[in-house]
Structure formats: structure tokens, C-alpha cells
């Protein structure tokens, strides 16, 4: 039997066209994972076409997932992952030391161009899960595991013997690491563009000083609630000159001082100075007078700054602030949003600090 | 086929040929053809500047998606035209049927006119978004085909999206909570201060703000065994607000407010979230709009009210049952800022 013309011109349309349609939407936008598998399992000609496509698995997305461990173990046994760049298990459930040997065990040939590692939230992920994990992705660049209270020094130093290109380490809310994670990190990673150690709080000044000293390059570095430094670490900061983003929030030891040093990173575009109490007008116009092209400042909650550093900072950086939050800041009295407005014409946010 | 405008004779137009798979032949003005990098490429090498010589379009350009190319590249090849009128532009003119819209991605992607494509893809992808396998079928005609081995996807969308789970939870939260303040204005601060970051959290999660620094401080445990911790660190609170009121003013007591999310932050609550709701069977896209819309809209009001809450909190040490809606009652001027609500910096 013949096939009829509308027939032909059908296949044509399901088989062609719309495999290649498919295909250049998806190659030229980031699809979410969530659709990318739904054209999956469209079509077998779209399955082909797709799975055919390298430049569309090299993501691997669980996050809040979930049974997220067994599915990653499921997806890496599939052929088009073996490429995989970046795994995110983001509060993903159900992950844990097992499913990471299992990787390390069965698919670390999957694993070798693994670039960017979000363990965020996966708290039964322990140092055991990072040995696993760390041996089998030596490309790793970027690495997240906030918030796991399991993770100690002895997970940090399986990272650092496995792999030796991070960039980017954010180990917010790992209150196991000490100074000696630090020193590891500065001695294996001197070229770290990032650090966000919030809430690591059995650090020292000791361990942050490592840091300042070798990471020379390090662009972003995020001390967020972390109150036992004092002057003699922070007054280091200004042995990092390529820094942008400093997040000091909680410095409550931060002194006049401290700021002077920091002062010389003549990078920094975004500074949380939120509850440094002990900083007054003198700091925040060094600031002013050494990071021109500030963009992003807090002052919240600083009780001793008063209108003569808004006036400093207008004269030195009005053309760059756009995020000024100088709530809480009784010692300034001009402080509406129209006196704000008039020292920073660009400035659209005023508050950051909630 | 497009007509040509008043030839001004002291400014002569140049036509460019262009012929289609179908044969048939048309003119058009040079500058408008050029605008699709293939065709500037023909022209370059020599073709197209007559009719027998016309430059032969790809298969995949037939003369409706030729046309619809040209209007498209007639208008966005004028120089002088602004962002806004652009956008309008091209929101007007991928107001077509699917088909039409797939066929015009592929003859504008074989003629390598960039913008058009990811303008049409744009909307294409918007046309996927959130359906299932099903549905795009739907959509666009496709019949199912998937052999039985494709069928197995181990990746294949399954509805136990926890933020599906969480956002119930959180309204059923809220409208606990509101009948709550009705009923008792003041209400021991410890638990409404607790319950509120726990909303903001969830809030902030869903979000997907988990970089953002108002998560990390408010995440909250559930478990019952905790309970306990909380009494002495709401002490904490309580103390704080004391000291101020005898220092005659109201500095907050950092390590206890850091102590106080310290603590909490130890708690890891999120397994206790998904006990007792009902997941719905997948949510229909427009219905999930308006959902995220609410939850925008709740934060928004929920943050504007945290730094007052604040406030409150450090000046329990004034009076011994606060009234929660007291604004300013201690002097301390915590401005807030207006209109701009909350606009949360992220890294």
C-alpha cells in the first residue's frame, strides 16, 4: 500500500524537521534537565538526535531531589553522560558516602572531565564520601559542600591530594574544618579565585593568615559570621590585591585599622561591613578613598559611622554604588532614601541586611 | 513577493535574486537581503545580482518562511531603531502557528540568521516548558515512537518535587499562623521569632535563594528532641533585651544573635518537611505561575517585616509583653527603607 502523500509529508515533519527543530532550541538555550528529558521521551527520532548531541549531557541536575543518589548512579551508567562537567545535588535526599563509592568503584571514567561538584546540603555525605568522590574527579574545579557538619580536616585533605585545580571552594557551614584545612588550601591551591568559609568558626586568625599569604589571587572571600578574628588577621587582607567581594558581616573585632589595610585591595566592588560595631566614620573613608570602584557596601547595624563618611564615599564613589544599606546607622542623621539618592545618583538598593 | 519602494532616481536600489527549492524566483533589496550572513556570502562571491544567476536558498527555506524572513529582516536592518520598538516588533511577529514557528527556526538556522533563531527558539522553548513527553507530542504532531528500551529513562520526571511539598506546607504554615496573631497579639516572641525564620527559610528556599546569606541564617531544625536548646538560647534573647534596657540603649548583643542561628543551623530539619503533606499530581503550569507569584509576593511582605521584628526583639528589655505591632518603641530609629522592599544582593 502506497503511502499517501500527507503521510510522507508527516514523517518528513516528525522524523526531520522536528528532530532538527529540537535539536537547535536546545543546543542554543540552556533547557532545563527537567524538559531536555521530556524531549527525551518524545519521539524515537528525537531520542536519537538528542542523545546524539554531547554538548546537551554534560549536566547533571538532582537538586532537591528525591532517591537523588540512585539516580545519579542510574544516569551515569548511561553512555551520553560519560562526559559529565558538572553534578549538582543541591539538597538533594538520599545521597551518601555509599552512592559516592559506588561512583568511585563502577563509573570514574565518567567522572574524569567532572569540573563543578555541588554537595550542598548533603549532610550524610562524610569524610569518607569526599575520598571517594575527590579520587575518581581530578579536573575539579569548583567545589560546594555547605553546610555538612561531618566534613572535617581529614575530608579537606582528601580534596587537596586529589585534586589540584580548584578554583572555587565554598565550605560555608562545615564547623568540622580548623586551621589546618586552611593551611592545606593554601599550600595546594595558590591560585584559589574563591573561599567562602562562613560559619567555620574554629578558625583563627592563624588558619585565615595561610590564606592571605599564598592565595595571592584570590578574587572573593566570604568570612560571613565569623566574630574571633581580630586587626592582626584582617590587616592581612591587603595581601590579596585582586580581591572583589569581601564579606566580613559579624566582624565585630574589625577595627579602624583593619579597614585601612583593606583599604589598599583597590579591587573590591562588594563589602559587608553589616554588624562590624567597632568601625567608625575614620575606616569606612579609607574605604572610600581606596576602593573606588565600590559598588555594594553595608554598613547595618554600625552605630558610630555618621554623615561624614556618606560624604566621603560620595565624593570618591558615587559614580559606581548602587547598593547602600545604612540601616541601623544612628549616627547618621541624613539617611532617607532622597538624602541617599542625592550623595549616590545609581544607587537602587538599600537594604541587604534582613 | 516583496514590492520594491520608489526608485529615487538619484539613488539607485540594488535587487538581489533569490530562488527557493520550489523554483520559483523572487527580488529583493539588496540591504534587506544581506541581513542573513548566508546570503551576504553568495553575494560576496558574485551570485545573486540577476535572474539568471539567482542565489539558491537552502531546502529548508520555502517562500512562506522566506517571506516571513524578509519582514524580519526588513525592519530590524534599519539602524535607527530603538530597543523598545524592536521588542515589540518581534513579540507581534512570533504570534504564529507551531508549525509555522519550528519551520521558520529551521529555515533562519540554515541561513544562519542568529537572532531570529534564538528569538524563535525562545518561544519555542516556552511552548515546551514544564509539559511532559506527552504533551509536546501534542504540540507539535509528533507521533510516539519510543521502543521499549528508550522508554526506560532512568531520569524520566517523576511529581515528588519536593518544593511542591514544601510550598504546601508552607501555606498551610501561614494560615496557621495568621489565625494565630489573631488570636493572641502577644504571644511569647521566642516562638513567633522562631516561626517566622522558619517561614522565611522555607520561603527563601523555594526561591531557590539558597547562595544567599538570609538562608544559612535562618535555617531551622524540627526535631522534638531540640526542643530544649531552644529555651536557653530564647533566654539569650530575652537577656539581651535586658542589658539594653539597663546600658539605655539597644546595641544588639552579637554573639547572641550569631549564637542564636549558630545553633539552630546545627539542626538539619529538612527531612522532617516531608511527612504529612499531600503531593498534588504535578501542577498545571498556569496554576504553578500563580503559586510562585503568592510566594513572590509573601516574601516580599514577609522580609519587609523582619528589621521591625528585630527591633522588637532588642527591645523586649522596655516592656515586659510587647505588643508586636509597636514600631519604634524603644527610640531606636531603624529606618526602613521604602518602596525598594527587598532586593536581595546576590553574589
Known sequence: MAESHAEVLQQVWSRETMPKVMKIISTRLKLPQRDLISLLLVSSSLHRTLVSSPSLWLVLDFHEMVNAGDRLLAALALTRYHHVKQINLEFAQDVEDKHLDILRNQFSGSLQNLEHLNLNGCQKVSDMGIEAITATSPSLKIFSIYWNVRVTDVGISYLVKSCKHIVDLNLSGCKGISDKSLQMIAENYQHLESLDITRCIKITDGGLQHIMVKCSGLKSLNLYALSSFTDGAYKKLSLLGHLRFLDLCGAQNLSDEGLFSIAKCKSIRTLNLTWCVRVTDAGVIAIAQGCTSLEYLSLFGIVGVTDKCLEALSEFCSNTITTLDVNGCIGIKKRSREDLLQLFPYLRCFKVHS | ?347
Request: net charge negative; hydrophobic share 30%.
Open chain 2, 1 to 347: 513577493m516583496s514590492e520594491p519602494d520608489v526608485i529615487k532616481p538619484e539613488m539607485m536600489r540594488s535587487y538581489i535574486w533569490l530562488q527557493t527549492a520550489d523554483g520559483s524566483i523572487q527580488q529583493v533589496e539588496q540591504e534587506v537581503a544581506i541581513f542573513c550572513p548566508l546570503i551576504c556570502h553568495e553575494i560576496h562571491a558574485g551570485m545573486g545580482s540577476s535572474k539568471t544567476y539567482p542565489i539558491s536558498l537552502p531546502a529548508r527555506v520555502n517562500p512562506v518562511t522566506l517571506s516571513l524572513i524578509l519582514d524580519y529582516c526588513r525592519f530590524h536592518q534599519v539602524p535607527g531603531r530603538s530597543n523598545k520598538e524592536r521588542k515589540s516588533f518581534d513579540e507581534k511577529f512570533i504570534r504564529m502557528d507551531t508549525n509555522r514557528l519550528c519551520e521558520l527556526t529551521s529555515a533562519a538556522d540554515s541561513l544562519q540568521l542568529k537572532p531570529l533563531v534564538d528569538l524563535t527558539s525562545r518561544a519555542l522553548a516556552r511552548m515546551i516548558e514544564g509539559k511532559t513527553p506527552e504533551e509536546i507530542r501534542e504540540t507539535f504532531h509528533i507521533p510516539d515512537d519510543l521502543t521499549e528500551e528508550e522508554k526506560l529513562e532512568p531520569l524520566k520526571n517523576i511529581t515528588d518535587d519536593p518544593r511542591i511539598r514544601l510550598l504546601n506546607r508552607l501555606y498551610a504554615r501561614k494560615r496557621k499562623e495568621l489565625k494565630e496573631k489573631e488570636k493572641l497579639k502577644n504571644v511569647e516572641v521566642e516562638a513567633e521569632h522562631v516561626d517566622d525564620r522558619s517561614v522565611d527559610e522555607l520561603l527563601s528556599f523555594i526561591n531557590g535563594e539558597n547562595g544567599v546569606k538570609t538562608v544559612k541564617n535562618k535555617k531551622k531544625n524540627r526535631r522534638r528532641k531540640d526542643q530544649q536548646k531552644n529555651a536557653p538560647e530564647s533566654n539569650g534573647i530575652s537577656s539581651v533585651g535586658h542589658d539594653d534596657r539597663v546600658k539605655g540603649h539597644c546595641l544588639p548583643n552579637i554573639n547572641e544573635l550569631l549564637k542564636l542561628q549558630d545553633s539552630e543551623d546545627d539542626r538539619f530539619g529538612l527531612e522532617d518537611e516531608f511527612d504529612d503533606c499531600d503531593i498534588g499530581d504535578g501542577i498545571d503550569p498556569e496554576i504553578k505561575e500563580q503559586i510562585d507569584r503568592e510566594v513572590e509576593d509573601f516574601a516580599r511582605r514577609l522580609n519587609s517585616d523582619w528589621p521591625e521584628r528585630v527591633q522588637e526583639l532588642l527591645s523586649l528589655g522596655q516592656e515586659r509583653r510587647p505588643s508586636l505591632y509597636t514600631v519604634n518603641g524603644n527610640g531606636c530609629s531603624a529606618r526602613r527603607s521604602s518602596s525598594t522592599g527587598v532586593e536581595k544582593h546576590e553574589k
